[in-house]
Every structure is written in C-alpha cells, then in structure tokens.
C-alpha cells in the first residue's frame, strides 16, 4: 500500500510570511497532483508534477517533485487570506489513474 | 465551467436506514470516483468506474455499501443498513482517462455531508 505523509498538519501564519509544506512516501510515485479544498467544496487541482526534479510555479506557489519521485514540497510566498485552506497531495503508480491522497496540511492565514 | 453535481448536500438520518447519495459526473467524462472524507482517515478511496464498469470496489463495504452507474450521467452510492460510524463527507470525482495520458485531474463534487445518529 502507497502512503502519502503530509508535515505540517496544521499550519497558522501571518498574512506576508513564507510557508513550505511537505508530502513524502516511501514509495516511487509516477505523478503527483496538489489540490487545495475549502471548507464545504471539493477539492480543486493545483498543479501535477510527472518528472523527478521538476520544479513548477503557479504565481506564488512553488512545487517541487523530489529526484527519487518519493516526495514533492510546496512552497508559498508571501502568504494571503485566499491561501487558507487544506491543501493535498495525491500520488498515482505507473499506469493507474487511482489516486491514494495524504491526510493533507490544514493553512490559516491570518490578517 | 462544466461541474460535477452531487445530490443531496446534507443527509442526516437514524442508524438503520437506507441512504442514497447521487453524482452527475461532467459529461463525456468516462472515469468515476466515490471517496469518504473524515478527520481520522482522510480521503479514502471507496469505488471507481470506467465506462460505467465497475473497476475497483476494494475500498468499500461490501456488505452494506453498493456502487452503480446506471446510465453515463448518474451514479449511485447507496448504504444500507446506515451505521454512525458511516457518518462523513462523501465526494464525487470524474475525469476523463486515454490510453496515452493517465495523468488527468479528478473534478470533484462539493461533497455529501451525512450524519447518522
């Protein structure tokens, strides 16, 4: 069974400040999505990372798939109010569009 | 922008009872995904279909949990008996799955909340 380790589960910044959080396996993953949910929704998809090493930006948000396709970082700058939410990461295997999610990281950004 | 819908909201009922939860996946999708959201577990996969096909169904319940597709535009996720313990936020997802290209999204639904007391 993969499983998908999120760190930190909770998170709470100034509105301003830097965040990274993290999503790490022991297992290799093909790709690698990101969504954000908001209180009542579903969740929405970010980014999908495929390659070991790749580096995508998305305006403030910086994600990044590990070398060994094991672990993946998300990185926001200068953090604002709309950024509150949990954000997932989800991992496939070769072949399988069966996603296996991680518990997520819940981010408050205060005023 | 086309939605994934799912019906109803809110379900609160008595342990016991049937329940029955709907998705309209977005049309010409032909990949679709029940998932059970709680604190404890997260997102756990209970069920997906292609082309209406039932493909995996390991994560589900089977002795109280059913999944269908009856036609393209609709699926079902029925429990009976419904326990307390059933209670969550169950989600709807769709996507749409080629041969060359298995990294698509999933689009949710904005989820059933169900509380069984």
């Known amino acids: 069974t993969q499983l998908l380790e999120q760190s930190p589960q909770f998170l709470s910044i100034q509105e301003g400040e830097n965040l990274t959080v993290y999503c790490n396996s022991s297992s290799v993953f093909s790709s690698l999505q990101w969504y954000r949910q908001e209180p009542g929704e579903g969740p929405v998809l970010l980014v999908t990372?495929?390659?070991?090493?790749e580096v995508k930006k998305l305006k403030r948000l910086t994600f990044q798939f590990g070398d060994a396709r094991k672990d993946s970082s998300l990185h926001i700058t200068a953090a604002q109010t709309g950024d509150t939410g949990l954000y997932l990461c989800a991992g496939s295997g070769a072949g399988s569009y069966q996603l296996t999610f991680g518990k997520g990281t819940k981010l408050s950004v205060i005023p | 922008d086309a939605r994934v819908t799912q019906t109803p909201r809110h379900k609160v009922t008595e342990m016991g009872q049937e329940v029955t939860m709907r998705c309209q996946p977005i049309l010409g999708h032909n990949t679709v995904f029940w998932y059970r959201q709680t604190m404890m577990q997260g997102l756990e996969l209970l069920a997906y279909f292609r082309n209406r096909a039932p493909l995996d169904d390991s994560g589900m319940p089977k002795d109280r949990f059913s999944a269908e597709m009856p036609d393209a535009t609709l699926a079902t996720l029925k429990i009976q008996p419904s326990e307390p313990r059933d209670s969550a936020v169950y989600f709807c997802?769709?996507?749409?799955?080629?041969?060359?290209?298995?990294?698509?999204?999933?689009?949710f639904g904005d989820g059933t909340r169900l509380s069984i007391l």
């Open positions: 997802a769709s996507g749409l799955v080629t041969s060359s290209n298995s990294n698509q999204p999933q689009h």
């Open positions: 990372v495929v390659t070991g090493g």
